[in-house]
Antibody, heavy 122, light 107 residues
Framework: QVQLQESGPGLVKPSETLSLTCTVS????????WSWIRQPPGKGLEWIGH???????DYNPSLKSRLTISVDTSNNHFSLWLNSVSAADTAVYYC????????????????WGKGTTVTVSS | DIQMTQSPSSLSASVGDRVTITCRAS??????LNWYQQRPGKAPKLLIY???SLQSGVPSRFSGSGSGTDFTLTISILQPEDFATYYC?????????FGQGTKVEIK
């Protein structure tokens, strides 16, 4: 059974770079999209972006200028870097697997990590 | 971006009730619509994909319907463990977007 685990600093200073890694265990990183989603305290879900195993990415335009997502297929993990952070980036960050149904293009996020809280504060 | 709007934002219901949550897309998205359940302090859990397909392991009291711009999530007989927040999400295009959530509370 595929499991995802987020890791990274829980506290980041304003204007610095937030860096998180999602480790995939129990399955291959190949042939799926791998996504980052965040949830500010008391608010809803915001899609950050995703990456395919080939390295193809799609980013949320609201974050694109500050965002990089990469994948390491050899070590079965993918990572997020968000630079120039501010208090508005304080959130629980989730990683998730996005797959398509059998023989279709209907994509959905079927496996999620538990989430990691990142606070931006000096 | 495709905007997703859920209604209501919250509702109160009793165990055994039938509950319906609606989701409207700002443009036609075919059946590229997913539903998730999120309990407090937990990650979202996929319930329904492709508007009406039940994810493996999800109880059959959950069902989804709709296409184009209007979608519905129905819980046929509300159980205690169903008190949670529900989100719709479109996968028609990027950026993927979520509805603002519907919180189902105990009456």
């Amino acid at each position: 059974q595929v499991q995802l685990q987020e890791s990274g600093p829980g506290l980041v200073k304003p204007s610095e770079t937030l860096s998180l890694t999602c480790t995939v265990s129990g399955g291959s990183i190949s042939s799926y999209y791998w996504s980052w989603i965040r949830q500010p305290p008391g608010k809803g879900l915001e899609w950050i972006g995703h990456i395919y195993d080939s390295g193809r990415t799609d980013y949320n335009p609201s974050l694109k200028s500050r965002l990089t997502i990469s994948v390491d297929t050899s070590n079965n993990h993918f990572s997020l870097w968000l630079n120039s952070v501010s208090a508005a980036d304080t959130a629980v960050y989730y990683c998730a697997r996005e797959k398509a149904g059998y023989n279709s293009y209907y994509y959905y996020m079927d496996v999620w990590g538990k989430g990691t809280t990142v606070t931006v504060s000096s | 971006d495709i905007q997703m709007t859920q209604s209501p934002s919250s509702l109160s219901a009793s165990v055994g009730d039938r509950v319906t949550i609606t989701c409207r897309a700002s443009e036609s998205i075919g059946s590229y619509l997913n539903w998730y359940q999120q309990r407090p302090g937990k990650a979202p859990k996929l319930l329904i994909y492709a508007a009406s397909s039940l994810q493996s392991g999800v109880p059959s009291r959950f069902s989804g319907s709709g296409s184009g711009t209007d979608f519905t999530l129905t819980i046929s007989i509300l159980q205690p463990e169903d008190f949670a927040t529900y989100y719709c999400q479109q996968s028609y295009g990027t950026p993927r977007t979520f509805g603002q959530g519907t919180k189902v509370e105990i009456k």
